[in-house]
């Protein structure tokens, strides 16, 4: 089918300021194979149902929004944690700011130094181009046509320390697009971290292979950066007895829209998703778009996504779950809540379950409310100022989300940055 005019000339226009970068003929295939997927999808626009609640156009026009620089005089994120630091400034690697590529049960490549014969051959861009069915995500498939750089990283055994992916935004017009592959044997473990606001506009897309037996764990804090744009992809498909788990820190940006789509295809598996928004002002808007598929026995899925919304900031959540026929025994949970902390603001919610087989437990809900003033009165009764209780109750909102982090230590440095956030909107 033909696109649409409006369509096929934003998705040209975009295109047109794009090159295909240089590597192995491997590469460049598979980059060709995903350029024909954008053409043939078009880039998304508002008529798109994927794309109802969230304006797409300052992520495909075909020159980046200016962002100004933000710089909050702060250590950057993850900084107190023992961890194996790859650094990169406005999409490109920084060999200067970043650790040896190099550790105990894991192989790091950068993406734009793979060689002719690699074993990300069998695997970047595969995850992505499932991903398109049943819905098309024309960002993510851009992002394997273009990504200039990013990791290859292949994990053998269980690793101690985590490798921390740290993004710089040092341009006002800059353009980033990184892909990262991620690939662990069976009964390997890693955690992953990710922080920092990267550029004015990101495209960032993650493909996580997952083998029998092993551990995959994964938090990302948001830079902090007031004009920042960005669209993200994370895409999983799990093994046997293997297990996923994720979080994501967001906090101001014009406009975020992180996407999460996961397979689970071997028994006894199991896949957390989780997010916490702030969000400030009229021109905030984020948006969580998750899809999990059950495709295997005794699978357990949740979701978990708290947004605090203030001052006209809107907050988005797209959640499905498919079981497919003969995933017997699945367990999944999804919940989406959101605190309104003034009445401009809003939340929009679209949670689903599509379920073909007859031994299940899942379960959604979505809700979205104001501050509990019986609460709030009590804690102001034991003498806390307002804006105190407040804070103690929006913490206690997001702790659900917050405790899907495993590590302690990784909890606490969220909930540091939680409660800073907090305090800097006092002040």
């Not at 550029?199 to 551990?215: C, G, H, Q, T, W």
């Not at 001052?311 to 025994?329: H, R």
Request: net charge negative.
């Amino acid at each position: 089918m033909a696109l649409p005019q409006t369509k096929l000339d934003a998705t040209e226009a975009r295109l047109a300021a794009l090159s295909l970068p240089a590597g192995p003929a491997w590469l460049t295939e598979l980059r060709e194979a995903a350029l024909t997927r954008v053409q043939a999808m078009g880039l998304p626009g508002r008529r798109d149902e994927y794309w109802k609640y969230t304006r797409p156009d300052a992520l495909v026009q075909a020159e980046p929004v200016p962002a100004a620089l933000f710089d909050a005089g702060e250590a950057p994120g993850f900084s107190t944690i023992d961890s194996l630091r790859v650094t990169f400034v406005d999409g490109v690697f920084d060999a200067a700011q970043s650790d040896d590529l190099s550790g105990e049960g894991l192989e790091i490549t950068r993406l734009a130094d793979l060689p002719d014969i690699h074993w990300a051959k069998d695997l970047y861009g595969q995850l992505e181009t499932n991903g398109q069915t049943p819905v098309d995500r024309p960002l993510a498939a851009l992002n394997s046509a273009f990504a200039t750089d990013g990791v290859v990283i292949r994990v053998t055994g269980q690793v101690s320390k985590p490798v921390n992916l740290c993004y710089i935004h040092a341009s006002e017009t800059s353009d980033a697009i990184l892909h990262h592959v991620v690939k662990l044997e069976e009964g390997a473990e890693l955690t992953l971290l990710e922080n920092g606001p990267a550029a004015a506009r990101f495209n960032n897309v993650l493909e996580v292979e997952i083998a029998d037996n092993a551990k995959f764990n994964h938090v990302r804090a948001q830079g902090r950066d007031h004009e920042r744009r960005a669209a993200t992809h994370t895409f999983t498909r799990l093994g046997t007895e293997s297990a996923f788990k994720s979080f994501t820190l967001t906090a101001n940006g014009v406009m975020t829209r992180n996407e999460c789509v996961i397979e689970l295809t071997g028994d006894d598996a199991i896949a957390h998703v989780a997010g916490a928004c702030m969000g400030d002002g009229d021109d905030f808007h984020h948006d969580d778009t998750v899809f999990i598929t059950h495709d295997a026995l005794n699978c357990e899925s949740r979701q978990v996504f708290k947004k605090v919304l203030r001052n006209g900031a809107t907050g988005v959540f797209q959640g499905k779950i498919l079981v497919k026929a003969g995933a017997q025994k699945t367990d999944g949970y999804q919940i989406s809540q959101s605190l309104l902390l003034d009445d401009d603001s809003q939340f929009l919610a679209k949670p689903e379950l599509e379920i073909y087989a007859d031994d299940v437990a899942c379960s959604h809900g979505s809700t979205s409310g104001a501050i509990d003033e019986t609460a709030l009165f009590y804690l102001k009764s034991r003498g806390l100022p307002t804006d105190k209780a407040t804070d103690l109750l929006v913490l206690a909102f997001l702790a659900e989300a917050v405790e899907e982090i495993e590590a302690e230590e990784l909890r606490d440095e969220i909930v540091a940055r939680l409660e800073g956030w907090l305090e800097r909107r006092r002040g």
